[in-house]
């Protein structure tokens, strides 16, 4: 599955909103230093969609605009 993620970091709390079918804004903690900003977020997805971390991967990690897959089992 692809979805397309809105992300902004250094938030005040990690959350998730769902905005149709296959996009999501997202609000991660975290700063976008060293990874850190793409790495919570792929925990967020991962819970959120109840799949493990591993099958969440980021194909542009440095956009705001994240493409994401989600692989399946």
Known sequence: MIIHVKVKP????DKIDKISENE???WVKAKPKD???????????AK???VNVKQVKIKNPSSRKK???ILDN
Do not use: H
């Open 10 to 13: 250094n938030a005040s709390k």
């Open 24 to 26: 999501y804004n997202a």
């Open 35 to 45: 990874g850190k900003a793409n790495q919570r977020l792929t925990n967020l997805l």
């Open 48 to 50: 959120e969609f109840g």
């Open 67 to 69: 493409i994401i897959e």
